[in-house]
């Protein structure tokens, strides 16, 4: 599950960090990767992304840091007897996700491209 993710830090440059053990797992979302800039805290980027995956039937956990003022982290816990269909479907969602919430922010009234 870490090198799943790991490959979709490479693929999307709002995931700045992976961290942490076995299926026990966060993402840090950021502004800058180079800098591990933190998403302004106005955007509520752990919790809108928690509502997107959500929607696609991923449950993660969003979770602030840097004394809960900044920061955002998605925690990914899959359970214990999860495949490689399992992990395949997470990150799948999880990429959709965080797709769709770049898009957003990309154009946050919502009109087409």
Do not use: W
């Not at 299926?23 to 509520?44: C, G, H, K």
């Not at 959500?54 to 602030?64: D, K, S, T």
């Amino acid at each position: 599950m870490k090198s799943r993710l790991e490959d979709l830090q490479a693929e999307l440059p709002i995931i700045g960090d992976v961290r942490g053990k076995g299926l026990l797992l966060a993402v840090e979302l950021v502004l800058d990767r180079q800098t591990m800039e933190p998403l302004p805290a106005a955007m509520n980027a752990a919790n809108r992304c928690v509502d997107l995956a959500y929607e696609r039937g991923l449950i993660v956990y969003a979770r602030r840091t840097r004394g809960g003022s900044y920061g955002d982290h998605l925690m990914v816990c899959p359970p214990m007897i999860s495949n490689t269909g399992h992990v395949d479907e997470i990150i799948d969602k999880l990429r959709a996700s965080l797709q769709a919430f770049v898009a957003e922010q990309q154009d946050p009234a919502g009109r087409d491209a």
